[in-house]
């Protein structure tokens, strides 16, 4: 199962859903992504959040549609960290988020950290939008693809980090970086497919267009 998780950031446009929704074999919509959702006619399986940020109009005459999952305002955990919890329990192949960028930047910063988080998840987790496609990499090795993306960004998270890569322009070999170093930024794949092999540590792994 591939589960598709729409948050309340800035919406894709219409041919990254599109693309998204023929993937996609659930649908979770994290609060204000309903009002998106409602914009491109977007029937989700189930909406999850405390829908202080929903619409009423757009909820009106809806809620024998699809399930509602309900939260209270006061709680720790943000909706799409709840609806991603929810989409785990679905034992999925694949989650992708969307709507997770925008102009609340510590909302964006908490999806990042959401990868973290569930770096040990045994699905594989991808933060994405029109031009940027986000996944979290931890010890081992990892098939990278093109996917019309030009450039290939590793920041490290842990204090220590060591990678190797395959196919790519610039190679490296168990080269060593320290949390907050730039250095892996902007690589870029020879063919369709490369390989970053982890040694030591984790790291984002950011795909951009730009």
């Not at 998106?36 to 399986?45: A, F, H, V």
């Not at 709680?75 to 991603?84: F, G, I, P, S």
Request: net charge negative; charged share 30%.
């Amino acid at each position: 199962m591939n589960v598709l998780i729409i948050s309340g950031g800035d919406f894709p446009s219409k041919k990254t859903m599109e693309e998204e929704l023929d993937w996609a074999d659930y649908i979770i919509c994290a609060d204000h992504g309903f009002d998106l959702c409602r914009e491109m006619k977007i029937l989700p399986n189930i909406l999850i959040g405390d829908l202080d940020s929903v619409s009423g109009k757009n909820l009106e005459g809806m809620k024998e549609e699809f399930e509602i999952l309900k939260l209270p305002s006061e709680k720790d955990e943000t909706d799409t960290e709840v609806a991603l919890d929810f989409g785990l329990g679905k034992n999925p192949k694949e989650i992708h988020i969307v709507g997770g960028f925008g102009t609340r930047k510590d909302h964006v910063l908490g999806n990042f950290f959401l990868l973290e988080k569930y770096k040990d998840s045994p699905c594989q987790i991808v933060l994405l939008d029109d031009r940027n496609r986000v996944i979290f990499l931890k010890e081992g090795k990892h098939s990278i693809e093109k996917r019309g993306f030009h450039y290939v960004s590793i920041l490290p998270v842990s204090e220590c980090f060591s990678y190797s890569t395959e196919g790519f322009q610039y190679e490296v070999e168990k080269l060593k970086l320290k949390r907050g170093t730039p250095r892996g930024i902007s690589n870029e794949l020879k063919k369709d497919i490369g390989t970053i092999i982890v040694h030591e540590g984790m790291s984002f792994c950011i795909q951009s267009i730009d």
